[in-house]
């Protein structure tokens, strides 16, 4: 039985660990382009899975335990990344029949409409009816297309290229790559403002993720302040209610974010915030930049034995 290992690595009170789990999206059934997003069968089962071997808490309780030295053994919080609207259409009604409970950190720019930038790539491959795809006036190269292999690389690599770009560059490079496969606008991905009340009555929560998605290393101090700041306004707005929690977006210690943006959101007044480092959270743990983990297992044996290997590093890493 997991529990058993899992209560040693986390017993309850001031040696307890936490771990967050990360997730995206959940679609409704697989995508071949995107082997990697889980889907709701898939999701449903690994929720499953990890209700038997873990005490599920909301982030905000679970925070305050872990700091307080009351976290219960084998705790573990969910949350969600950028706002799409399978989040509340597919993701969170499968908690809620399940009786667990995620944070849902939102992308507020995007709640009026538009897409992510790494949609519109993912999506102008996914449509294009060109084999190659000559993107070598924006330093690309021709990129091949004809088969679901050759299209799942030129995604990876072109994320890759874009991802750390300045935003006017990444915008203008999204553009291009849009403008050559010569496809339309895709449909929308992103939750509305009511999706976002939504996920609140049905007892989840939400934090914020900035307004555009930005790599905030790539900011000046005064475009990541806005960033952040008018993220946790919006939603406030929105809900009516604090908001205490903000994820990084991207999310990897001195790569993406660094020190004078963890003293930005500790300024803005938040009570926590998370990266996407591996590891789980002890009380010795930096409260504003918390790891988080996504085991990429199919099987329950897997799965576990991953959640038990990030068990296992405590993460006290900072910026």
């Given at each position: 039985m997991l529990q058993i290992p899992l209560t040693l690595l986390s017993p309850p009170g001031q040696r307890?660990?936490?771990?967050?789990?990360?997730?995206?999206?959940?679609?409704?059934?697989?995508?071949?382009?995107?082997?990697?997003?889980?889907?709701?069968?898939?999701?449903?089962?690994?929720?499953?899975?990890?209700?038997?071997?873990?005490?599920?808490?909301?982030?905000?309780?679970?925070?305050q335990a872990l700091y307080a030295g009351t976290l219960p053994a084998r705790a573990l919080a969910i949350t969600f990344d950028d706002g799409y609207a399978d989040n509340e259409e597919i993701a969170a009604p499968i908690l809620k029949r399940l009786g667990l409970t995620a944070t849902f950190f939102v992308a507020t720019g995007y709640l009026a409409g538009g897409h992510m930038w790494n949609d519109r790539i993912i999506e102008a491959i996914r449509d294009c009816r060109d084999e190659i795809l000559d993107l070598t006036r924006v330093g690309f190269g021709a990129i091949q297309l004809a088969s679901l292999a050759d299209r799942r690389r030129a995604i990876a690599a072109l994320l890759a290229c874009i991802k750390h770009l300045e935003p006017a560059e990444r915008s203008a490079a999204v553009d291009a790559v849009v403008e050559a496969a010569r496809v339309g606008a895709p449909a929308p991905l992103m939750m509305g403002p009511e999706q976002v009340r939504g996920l609140r009555a049905l007892g989840m929560d939400v934090g914020a993720h900035t307004v555009s998605h930005p790599i905030l290393t790539r900011l000046g101090p005064d475009a990541a302040r806005e960033e952040i700041g008018a993220s946790k306004e919006a939603l406030q707005a929105l809900l009516g209610e604090r908001i205490e929690l903000f994820a990084y977006p991207n999310g990897v210690p001195g790569q993406d974010y660094d020190r004078q943006h963890v003293e930005m959101v500790r300024r803005c007044g938040f009570a926590a915030a998370v990266s996407t480092a591996w590891g789980a959270a002890s009380k010795s743990s930096d409260r504003f930049q918390l790891p988080r983990f996504t085991p990429w297992d199919r099987t329950r044996l897997r799965y576990g034995a991953r959640l038990l290997w990030n068990m296992r590093h405590t993460n006290y890493a900072t910026v």
């Amino acid at each position: 039985m997991l529990q058993i290992p899992l209560t040693l690595l986390s017993p309850p009170g001031q040696r307890a660990r936490l771990t967050i789990l990360i997730f995206h999206r959940v679609l409704p059934r697989s995508d071949p382009l995107l082997p990697d997003v889980q889907d709701a069968k898939g999701f449903e089962a690994q929720m499953r899975w990890v209700r038997s071997w873990f005490r599920v808490l909301p982030l905000t309780v679970a925070v305050q335990a872990l700091y307080a030295g009351t976290l219960p053994a084998r705790a573990l919080a969910i949350t969600f990344d950028d706002g799409y609207a399978d989040n509340e259409e597919i993701a969170a009604p499968i908690l809620k029949r399940l009786g667990l409970t995620a944070t849902f950190f939102v992308a507020t720019g995007y709640l009026a409409g538009g897409h992510m930038w790494n949609d519109r790539i993912i999506e102008a491959i996914r449509d294009c009816r060109d084999e190659i795809l000559d993107l070598t006036r924006v330093g690309f190269g021709a990129i091949q297309l004809a088969s679901l292999a050759d299209r799942r690389r030129a995604i990876a690599a072109l994320l890759a290229c874009i991802k750390h770009l300045e935003p006017a560059e990444r915008s203008a490079a999204v553009d291009a790559v849009v403008e050559a496969a010569r496809v339309g606008a895709p449909a929308p991905l992103m939750m509305g403002p009511e999706q976002v009340r939504g996920l609140r009555a049905l007892g989840m929560d939400v934090g914020a993720h900035t307004v555009s998605h930005p790599i905030l290393t790539r900011l000046g101090p005064d475009a990541a302040r806005e960033e952040i700041g008018a993220s946790k306004e919006a939603l406030q707005a929105l809900l009516g209610e604090r908001i205490e929690l903000f994820a990084y977006p991207n999310g990897v210690p001195g790569q993406d974010y660094d020190r004078q943006h963890v003293e930005m959101v500790r300024r803005c007044g938040f009570a926590a915030a998370v990266s996407t480092a591996w590891g789980a959270a002890s009380k010795s743990s930096d409260r504003f930049q918390l790891p988080r983990f996504t085991p990429w297992d199919r099987t329950r044996l897997r799965y576990g034995a991953r959640l038990l290997w990030n068990m296992r590093h405590t993460n006290y890493a900072t910026v």
